[in-house]
T-cell receptor
Framework: DAMVIQNPRYQVTQFGKPVTLSCSQT?????MYWYQQKSSQAPKLLFH???????NEADTPDNFQSRRPNTSFCFLDIRSPGLGDAAMYLC???????????????FGSGTQLSVL | GESVGLHLPTLSVQEGDNSIINCAYS??????FIWYKQESGKGPQFIID?????DKRQGQRVTVLLNKTVKHLSLQIAATQPGDSAVYFC???????????FGKGTRLSVIA
């Protein structure tokens, strides 16, 4: 089945140690998103790629970076994780918004990040 | 808008009863709304959507109502089942190709 796959499911890192989270999709969608979700809160958009065009949210810390080497893969890099970065990180995709449809997001199961 | 605070509103419903989950949005320019269901340890899952030129849309066991006058959205679940237990989020598109913005969630607990 076509889907959005996130690896790993659980990630533990140390304070200040760089960490990379991965996302892949078989939906061939143009748009990929990274959301951060803390306990009992709504997902918060960090950034998204429209094809190779990177769009950063204004309040996303510089500590968070992203790479999209091709249509199928997108990575979230946290350069120096702090305790406050412990959260669920959700990857999502949607199809080309210029013809409509960007609204319907398909989410992966997320990566739960712990920072020790 | 974004969710703030540490505690989700909770709705407890008896199995078989109907559930109504409410959501208020703040931007009158929002033209598209979606309800997502998020089960524990999983990503949000699309349930139903509605455009601002409609006031009601029905799916299988679910109905979304939109009241643009008071900027209110609701999700009705008929004959609620234990598998409906989850956190429900409303989300909105403010305009055109802007990304989806999630509202506050509501935790639905179904009592068997």
């Amino acid at each position: 089945d076509a889907m959005v796959i996130q690896n790993p499911r659980y990630q533990v890192t140390q304070f200040g140690k760089p960490v990379t989270l991965s996302c892949s999709q078989t939906l061939n969608h143009n748009v990929m998103y990274w959301y951060q979700q803390k306990s009992s809160q709504a997902p918060k958009l960090l950034f998204h790629y429209y094809d190779k065009d990177f769009n950063n949210e204004a309040d996303t810390p510089d500590n968070f970076q992203s790479r999209r080497p091709n249509t199928s893969f997108c990575f979230l890099d946290i350069r120096s994780p702090g305790l406050g970065d412990a959260a669920m990180y959700l990857c999502a995709t949607s199809r080309d918004g210029r013809r409509g449809g960007r609204e319907k997001l398909f989410f992966g199961s997320g990566t739960q990040l712990s920072v020790l | 808008g974004e969710s703030v605070g540490l505690h989700l509103p909770t709705l407890s419903v008896q199995e078989g009863d109907n559930s109504i989950i409410n959501c208020a949005y703040s931007n009158s320019a929002s033209d598209y709304f979606i309800w997502y269901k998020q089960e524990s340890g999983k990503g949000p899952q699309f349930i139903i959507d509605i455009r601002s030129n409609m006031d009601k849309r029905q799916g299988q066991r679910v109905t979304v109502l939109l009241n643009k006058t008071v900027k209110h959205l609701s999700l009705q679940i008929a004959a609620t089942q234990p598998g409906d237990s989850a956190v429900y989020f409303c989300a909105e598109i403010i305009s055109g190709n802007t990304p989806l913005v999630f509202g506050k969630g509501t935790r639905l607990s179904v009592i068997a």
